[in-house]
């Protein structure tokens, strides 16, 4: 049963600010409320109070400016995964984005409510996290910027204090000699909640070799997490399209997940599963650059 | 009957669903309007020591609450045995049992005040598998035992045909408790009438039997009841039997206010019927030469907590667990053991998925231990009419077995399954395989199996069709229509359909056992038949045109000994005052003779398909895609190919759920995937691409030649679909569904 609660339509940011220094810990914000619906019908809202921020227009872009991708905390998966810039420039979160729910939740559903709702299991977390993002934070005293990284503290809990908001998450955008990827493993192939996903970033350097490596895996830890281990193995590759070598590589990550069993997994399984899903998605997007000897 | 032609028309029904303004019978309200809501049991087995209703009922807007001591009638329903209380008195048997009902002004206080209705439960062990639950020392769900229904049939020696063989198969398979997910929720509308009568307004799937049901559970005359089912926002077998009508019903009466209930999906999938998922055991002989000697079965299947038709559904499993191959030595066995797993029923397939997913797995297994291809073998071993069945009837009717796997094999799938297994990722593989079912249709030998129907010519010259079978998706109505405009000799459109209701339409059985065309072409041509017989007698009274004369149908009107006339004169002559009515009975033929033992077996009439499927495996996660799946379908005749083509891409979609994603999990009786989440369906980005190869050899005793389609599309891919894991990858996979981590596991048996 969904309990009675207090509704406020936010116009704007400032008036988005203004009614959460107001309501503090109890309002809860709704953006695309694909999240917050579900808890509510579930009776786990424990605020009563929701501050829409679904029509504050200033938070729903994609753009990029001076090198720096910027993407609003409003700005829906289906706006992420059509849009052109991240296409060139953070193919990754394009591509997380567009295997988020099925066409309904990508319309409604936005990256700040991904990332604000800090699951392990959300699809543009990993991708924003090889992607080197900053999540800019915003209250009625200002506004602070928190790597990614350092954002969530465990699972559904991040650093976001009850009077601040996400306005926008940044990140270097990338160009060429970059590679970024997404690899989703889930129940079927739309509407499922990630039985486990990855995302990397490389960089390719001059002699063909990735010079950098960036992996990152989530719904096997309490948080998404960073597999620097497996990132150095990567490193280690020699520059030819090897699927063994490519699959040896990802071997490494079976040391650096700590899942759980749930009704959707065993642990086991997933240890097991995240190494086949980054060796799959880097074969891919290595297979650009580089070739069988 | 070779003169009628079928159009391939639009959905008679199509207009209305596509722009949203049918309206089911969730949909209806009515002034005065309560809301029902079901208190459901909070342990899947106790013992219930004492209701006490008395805070529910001071809440404001309450207007009753109902335990059992309230039912008027007899406290229990189920289309075999009434062992399902309506409310709980004294034990509950799994979580969605009822133990008090609340009628309320508004939804919102009738759960409220559910959560405020205080039961005291003792607490008894959970009954959770069906093998354990035989062992005399298990506690009993009911109190003559869990033994809900045990048969044995046997044909020859199986010991010696074992013996005789050359490769023995011998594996146990499992499957899953699948859900059927109707868009449509269990759901309705009570309302009493000023006269002390109840009209019930509920999506179902046989009007008239829940007429039945409910004038016992109310203690009144049955023709005090009314029942309007029609259309039914899907069933799958599922609404066959009662779901919320006898609580609402109670309610209502007891208030003299409709009362209305829509299940939300996670109350369904807790409270509503599943398939029966089954355990089978197997053995299976066969000469070096692929030759079927022998095949012994031992199947437990998971009643859940309530009969309904699980001794039914037993016993078509055991009917098809030798398919109609020609085995000389059977024993098939089966237990439907009552357990605290919720409840299970009628589901599309009714048992044969189960059996046949073990059986074709032999089949191919002994195929590959032999040397031999999956349709050498098959074809070895089909029947043909005339034979005598696995389990000792002789075949009567078409048997198409040979022609489905014929033109299977010759489908552009198989033909070129080589290159469609090709792929360029070191971590995917591709398997093809294929597969073929018999289905028995209608209720089987015993069970009386009739329909009718009316066809009213009315006053203005177009025509009625009344008839119980109800509408729920499977484009029947339309197929309905074209038959009787067909016999009729006009246009579809001048054909109106009333049906699903106990008042204004006939029995017609229910709308399940793949019957409806075929009951319903047969009623029809017998309907049609009367219309001819009361128009030469309606001009014989005025003309004196002799009471033998023949009317004939022809453009628009019918040839009569007054000459040709257009139905709409005949109907300015005749159907002023009251429609002329055509009346139409038809009873099905059944065998002889029962197996012994085995009630309602033998079916006499089947459906037929094969199916070849193609999967991707991806080895490093064991995700497993159905990419395309070919049909071959014997439809006896078409009338809609649209609609054969709808069943089928819909039958596919239901067995690649069972067979890669489906399964109600139930903890120690506890439902662990309450919604859509977590009890995974295919969406339409999981379905395949289609092929389908439709064979048209009329069915005898059908006037217009068709054979029920409904259940045998959803068959063969099931078995197909693990048989093309196997191509695939070289493991067989034993349990279903066929989930990533399941195969994964298969691929990768060092993991623990
Ligand atoms: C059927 C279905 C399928 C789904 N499939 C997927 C999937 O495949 N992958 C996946 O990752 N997720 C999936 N989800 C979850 C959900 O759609 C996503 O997490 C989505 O991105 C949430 O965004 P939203 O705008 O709807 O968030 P909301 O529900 O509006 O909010 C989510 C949380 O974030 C907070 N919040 C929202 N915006 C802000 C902000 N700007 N600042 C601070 N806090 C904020 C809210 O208070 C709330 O706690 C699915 C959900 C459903 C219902």
């Not at chain 2, 309610?251 to 209930?261: D, I, N, S």
């Not at chain 2, 064979?695 to 029920?708: D, H």
Request: charged fraction near 20%; aromatic fraction near 8%; hydrophobic fraction near 40%.
């Amino acid at each position: 049963m969904i309990k009675e609660l207090e509704y406020y339509a936010a116009r704007d940011l400032k008036e988005a600010l203004k009614l959460a220094e107001q309501y503090g810990s109890r309002k809860r914000f709704l953006s695309g409320g694909t999240d917050v619906t579900v808890r509510l019908k579930e009776g786990l809202v424990k605020e009563d109070v929701i501050v829409d921020l679904s029509h504050v227009a200033e938070l729903r872009f994609v753009r990029e400016e001076s090198g720096i991708v910027h993407v609003g905390a409003c700005a829906t998966h289906a706006d992420l995964s059509a849009s052109p810039i991240l296409q060139q420039h953070g193919c990754a979160l394009a591509l997380a984005a567009s295997r988020v729910g099925g066409p309904q939740i990508r319309n409604m559903g936005t990256v700040g409510g991904n990332v604000a709702n800090a699951s392990p299991a959300g699809d543009t977390i990993p991708a924003l996290i090889v992607l080197d993002a900053v999540v800019s934070i915003a209250s009625h005293k200002g506004i602070r910027e928190v790597p990614i990284i350092d954002f969530f503290t465990g699972p559904g809990r991040s650093v976001l204090a009850a009077e601040e908001l996400v306005t926008e998450l940044h990140f270097p955008a990338t160009g060429s000699g970059e590679l970024t990827g997404f690899g989703k493993l889930g129940a079927r192939q739309a509407m499922t909640i990630s039985t486990a996903n990855v995302a990397f970033y490389f960089r390719i350097g001059d002699n063909h070799r990735i010079v950098e490596a960036r992996i990152a895996f989530g719904s096997v830890a309490p948080t998404v997490v960073r597999a620097h281990k497996t990132e150095q193995m990567f490193c280690q590759l020699p520059p030819v399209l090897s699927w063994d070598a490519i699959r040896g590589a990802a071997q490494m990550a079976w040391k650096e997940v700590a899942p759980i069993d749930d009704l959707r997994a065993t642990a086991v399984y997933r240890k097991e599963a995240v190494v086949g899903l980054l060796a799959e998605a880097a074969y891919e997007a290595l297979a650009s650059c580089w070739h069988e000897r | 009957m070779d003169d009628i032609h079928f159009e391939q028309i639009a959905r008679v029904d199509a207009q209305g669903k596509a722009c949203g303004t049918t309206a089911y019978m969730s949909d209806l309200s009515f002034p005065g309007m309560l809301y029902a809501w079901f208190v459901r049991s909070k342990y899947p087995h106790a013992l219930v020591k004492s209701v006490d209703i008395s805070k529910a009922m001071a809440l404001d807007g309450v207007v009753t609450v109902l335990t059992a001591a309230d039912v008027t009638g007899f406290n229990g329903f189920g289309i075999v045995n009434p062992d399902m209380p309506v409310i709980c008195g004294d034990k509950v048997r799994y979580m969605g049992d009822t133990v008090a009902l609340v009628a309320a002004t508004t939804e919102r206080i009738a759960e409220q005040a559910a959560a405020l209705v205080e039961v005291e439960y003792e607490v008894l062990p959970v009954v959770d598998d069906p093998i354990e639950a035989l062992k005399p020392d298990a506690p009993k769900v009911h109190d003559k035992g869990n033994v809900c229904l045990h048969t044995l049939i046997t044909k020859g020696d199986v010991e010696q045909g074992l013996r005789e063989a050359d490769v023995v198969i011998e594996h146990e398979y499992r499957t899953p408790r699948q859900a059927h997910t109707a868009l449509e929720t269990e759901s309705g509308v009570a309302v009493p009438e000023a006269d002390g009568s109840l009209s019930m307004y509920a999506g179902s799937q046989y009007a008239f039997r829940d007429q039945l049901q409910l004038a016992r559970i109310l203690g009144i005359n049955p023709r005090m009841i009314r029942v309007y089912s029609n259309p039914v926002g899907g069933g799958f077998g599922g609404k066959d039997e009662l779901t919320i009508q006898g609580g609402i019903a109670l309610l209502a009466m007891k208030t003299g206010k409709p009362v209305k209930v829509v299940l939300s999906r996670e109350e369904s999938l807790v409270s509503g019927w599943k398939r029966h998922p089954f355990i089978v055991r197997t053995r299976t002989g066969f000469k070096s030469d692929g030759t079927m000697l022998a095949n012994d079965v031992t199947c437990y299947e998971d009643k859940g907590a309530y009969s309904s038709l699980g001794g039914p559904i037993l016993n078509l499993a055991l009917e098809h667990a030798s398919s109609l191959y020609r085995v000389p030595n059977t024993r098939h066995e089966g237990w439907a053991v009552f357990t605290n797993n919720g409840i299970c029923g009628a589901f599309r397939g009714f048992g044969v998925p189960q059996v046949l997913f073990a059986l074709e797995s032999n089949m191919d297994e002994a195929a590959e231990k032999l040397g031999l291809d999956p349709v050498t073998i098959r074809r070895k071993n089909v029947l043909y009419q005339g034979e005598v069945s696995p389990i000792g009837h002789t075949l009567r009717t078409g048997v198409s077995m040979d022609l489905v796997l014929d033109a299977v094999e010759k489908s552009d799938l198989w033909q070129h399954r080589e290159e469609y297994k090709k792929t360029d990722k070191p971590w995917l593989r591709r398997g093809v395989a294929l597969s073929l079912a018999p289905q028995g249709a209608g209720l089987g030998v015993g069970i009386p199996d009739y329909g009718g129907a009316y066809i009213d010519l009315d006053r203005d010259g177009n025509f009625t069709l009344r008839i119980g079978l109800v509408e729920y998706g499977q484009g029947t109505h339309t197929g309905f229509t074209q038959m009787a405009a067909g016999l009729l000799h006009v246009d579809p459109s001048r054909v109106r359909i009333v049906a699903g209701q106990t008042e204004g339409s006939v029995d017609a059985g229910p709308a399940t056992a793949s019957r409806s065309m075929y009951t319903a072409s047969n009623a029809i041509a017998a309907a049609f038949h009367d219309l001819g017989v009361k128009v030469a007698g309606a001009l014989d009274a005025k003309y004196h045109t002799g009471a033998d004369a023949v009317c004939e149908a022809k453009d628009g009107g019918m040839t009569t000994p007054a000459g040709f006339r257009t139905y709409e004169e005949l109907a300015q002559e005749f159907s002023q005052e009251s429609p002329l009515r055509g009346e139409g009975y038809f009873v099905w033929p059944t065998a002889d003779r029962e197996i012994p033992g085995a009630a309602g077996l033998p079916h006499w009439i089947y459906s037929f398909a094969a199916q070849a499927a193609l999967v991707e495996v991806n080895t490093l996660t064991g995700e497993t895609h159905l990419l395309k799946v070919a049909t071959a379908l014997d439809t006896g005749r078409t009338v809609n190919l649209q609609q054969v083509e709808g069943q089928i891409d819909g039958g596919v979609a239901q067995g690649e759920g069972f067979a890669l994603f489906e399964d109600t999990l139930i903890a120690k009786g506890q439902v662990r995937t309450k919604n859509l989440s977590t009890y995974i369906i295919p969406t339409v980005q999981d379905v395949p691409e289609h092929e389908y190869i439709i064979l048209e050899n009329p069915e005898g005793t059908s006037a217009l030649g068709v054979r029920g389609i409904g259940e045998v599309v959803m068959v063969p891919v099931i078995p197909a679909v693990a048989l093309a894991i196997h191509d695939a990858t070289g493991v067989w996979v034993r349990q279903l569904p066929a989930t990533p981590e399941r195969v994964y596991r298969l691929l990768h048996p060092d993991v623990q």
